[in-house]
């Protein structure tokens, strides 16, 4: 059995193939602009704006695929050029669609299986970028048409967090817009990266084997 991280190189990727050195698992992660390093893992450059290289993807017996890869570039619909929309869309939807569609029709899947798609607070609220708003919101749908169209072998969950510690989203960020985030957070608190990611990696485990179809927001209580 594997764990396959798509998206390694972002900042919750690279926590999930950290914390995933401690399993037992095969650890496959991808990348692609930005190189990692681990002496576990099967690390695979992957640019997900290439269909064919999506498709020339293929992972074998892999219990657990995290879909963790997102690109949020920051603009109002209005400013956008039709380029980055597509960009965007490449990188947040389509290159889960095609990732999907090859690793079901290639068997890719072990005999129990679990996907866990990554999305945003911002699928649940909106997000003044609509373009990754409505990217992240169609996350929801994958999970829930796999839930309830394929084999009981195959599950599928959706985690929406908030803004996360310490995440680059986080770095990018002013003093103020922390204080902001954490002030109209109910707990008085951001989600640390690597509390997500444990978390993240433990939803394969037998306790939670009913658990499908679920989105799961992790943004503590700001968006209800």
């Given at each position: 059995?594997?764990?396959?991280?798509?998206?390694a190189?972002?900042?919750l990727?690279k926590?999930?193939?950290?914390?995933?050195?401690?399993?037992?698992?095969?650890?496959?992660?991808?990348y692609?602009s930005?190189?990692?390093?681990?002496?576990?893992?099967?690390?695979?450059?992957?640019?997900l704006?290439?269909?064919?290289e999506i498709?020339?993807?293929?992972p074998?017996?892999?219990?657990?695929l995290i879909?963790?890869?997102?690109?949020?570039?920051?603009?109002?619909?209005?400013?956008?050029?039709?380029?980055?929309?597509?960009?965007?869309?490449?990188?947040n939807?389509?290159?889960?669609?095609?990732?999907?569609?090859?690793?079901?029709?290639?068997?890719?899947?072990?005999?129990?299986?679990?996907?866990?798609?990554?999305?945003?607070?911002?699928?649940?609220?909106?997000?003044?970028?609509?373009?990754?708003?409505?990217?992240?919101?169609?996350l929801?749908?994958?999970?829930?048409?796999?839930?309830?169209?394929?084999?009981?072998?195959?599950?599928?969950?959706?985690?929406?967090?908030?803004l996360?510690?310490?995440?680059?989203?986080?770095?990018?960020?002013?003093?103020?817009?922390h204080q902001?985030h954490?002030?109209?957070?109910?707990?008085g608190?951001?989600?640390?990266?690597?509390?997500?990611?444990?978390?993240?990696?433990?939803?394969?485990?037998?306790?939670?084997?009913?658990?499908n179809?679920?989105?799961?927001?992790?943004?503590?209580?700001?968006?209800?």
């Amino acid at each position: 059995m594997s764990i396959c991280i798509i998206g390694a190189s972002s900042s919750l990727g690279k926590e999930l193939l950290r914390q995933s050195q401690f399993r037992d698992e095969r650890v496959i992660a991808t990348y692609n602009s930005t190189s990692i390093k681990d002496p576990k893992a099967e690390l695979v450059k992957l640019d997900l704006g290439n269909s064919s290289e999506i498709n020339n993807f293929q992972p074998h017996d892999v219990s657990h695929l995290i879909i963790s890869q997102g690109l949020l570039l920051g603009e109002t619909i209005g400013k956008y050029n039709e380029a980055d929309i597509d960009h965007a869309v490449d990188i947040n939807l389509k290159s889960t669609l095609h990732l999907l569609n090859n690793m079901i029709r290639n068997k890719s899947f072990s005999d129990s299986s679990l996907i866990t798609f990554v999305s945003s607070i911002a699928a649940i609220r909106g997000s003044y970028d609509l373009v990754y708003s409505a990217s992240k919101s169609a996350l929801i749908g994958c999970a829930k048409s796999i839930a309830i169209n394929s084999n009981p072998n195959l599950r599928a969950n959706v985690i929406c967090p908030g803004l996360l510690d310490q995440s680059s989203m986080f770095d990018s960020m002013s003093s103020s817009d922390h204080q902001r985030h954490t002030e109209q957070t109910p707990t008085g608190q951001l989600t640390k990266i690597e509390d997500l990611a444990e978390f993240i990696l433990m939803l394969d485990q037998p306790i939670f084997k009913n658990l499908n179809g679920a989105v799961i927001n992790w943004d503590g209580g700001r968006y209800l």
